[in-house]
């Protein structure tokens, strides 16, 4: 096995994954890991988790962070190159499937439709504000059937004659759907009716006003669910490809990013001791020396600052010599 290694990393608000490539692009390791609030112990975890199971013999080569989290693990990792979800997201779909031309995403807290043309990202949109169009849409109906979440797909795929149910509102859903409970509706007919919704409501969204073409790749934590493979297949009236490593793909595009930009470079990454020896804490404030009232983070590496952001007017993050007792209004 080869000893030289890519390391992909991408951080949500649910989820954290983190990619082991190899030099001939072959994935060695894969973790999916929950990000339960705390992206920097968890994503620690993981690291160490990969030290202690190949030790020195892993020379990491370099490093790539994405996600909602990629500029806080860039700072805990040392990483060569930082994207957005979006470029990650299509560079692994491309890796797998070369001639995509859509990719829908969708995530514990958000989703996002991508279109491909020649290899080329020529269109994308996101949704980052309603719930209905989520992973934890599904997850907060799961909970309030009792049904495992891992169950969802497969009871909700058996079903004969599924309920319409109003997607537009995370709110207006739940009370539909717990209307039909009532009714004495199927438990499966009520679930799968529920991913129709989620799936028509992704449609409305995101994909307005989009010709959405052939193959189409789902990808994210929700394409485990099968009965919204199907859901979507029926409303698209065409074949959906899951790839195999469907929960990780920003990962894996991430790594493959890191290897191509630090072809004949030294790495900037720390280290998985340095790493897992550090201390790193977060610490946020609000300014007033404005009408803005911006709220700035600043990330410390054992008690010495190493960044800050969140202002406007950077006078923190690109000073970083300027002390928040200099603040007129503190």
Not at 136 to 145: G, I, N, T, V
Not at 167 to 180: L, N, P, Q, T, Y
Not at 259 to 267: D, M, P, S, V, Y
Request: hydrophobic share 40%.
């Amino acid at each position: 096995m080869s000893k030289d290694f890519f390391l992909g990393i991408d951080i949500g608000s649910v989820s954290t994954n983190v990619v082991l490539l190899d030099q001939s692009d072959r994935i060695i390791e894969s973790m999916y890991l929950r990000t339960q609030g705390k992206p920097i112990e968890i994503l620690q975890k993981a690291l160490g988790a990969l030290y202690e199971k190949y030790g020195d013999s892993l020379r990491i080569k370099g490093v790539g962070t994405t996600g909602s989290g990629r500029h806080l693990a860039s700072l805990v990792v040392g990483a060569d190159i930082v994207k957005n979800e979006i470029t990650a997201h299509a560079k692994a779909a491309i890796f797998f499937v070369p001639d995509v031309r859509t990719i829908i995403e969708i995530g514990g807290q958000d989703s996002k439709i991508i279109l491909i043309k020649d290899r080329i990202v020529i269109d994308f949109a996101m949704n980052t504000i309603c719930a209905a169009g989520t992973g934890s849409f599904l997850d907060r109906q799961a909970e309030r059937l009792n049904i495992p979440i891992e169950k969802f797909g497969e009871i909700a795929i058996k079903s004969q004659n599924p309920v319409r149910i109003a997607g537009r509102c995370a709110v207006f859903a739940e009370s539909d759907m717990i209307h039909k409970q009532q009714l004495g509706h199927p438990c499966e007919d009520i679930l799968f009716g529920l991913c129709l919704a989620m799936a028509r409501n992704y449609l409305a969204n995101l994909a307005k006003g989009k010709s959405l073409e052939s193959p189409i790749l789902f990808q994210g934590g929700v394409a485990a669910n099968i009965a919204m493979k199907k859901a979507f297949e029926q409303l698209l009236g065409t074949q959906i490809i899951v790839p195999k490593y469907y929960n990780v793909m920003g990962a894996i595009g991430i790594a493959l990013l890191a290897k191509e930009r630090t072809k004949g470079l030294i790495t900037k990454f720390r280290g998985f001791e340095s790493i897992n020896g550090c201390k790193f804490e977060t610490k946020g404030f609000e300014c007033r020396d404005c009408s803005n009232y911006c709220e700035v983070v600043g990330f410390y590496s054992n008690g010495n600052l190493v960044a800050r952001w969140g202002d406007k007017c950077q006078k923190y993050s690109s000073n970083r010599n300027y002390h928040i007792e200099n603040s007129k209004n503190l």
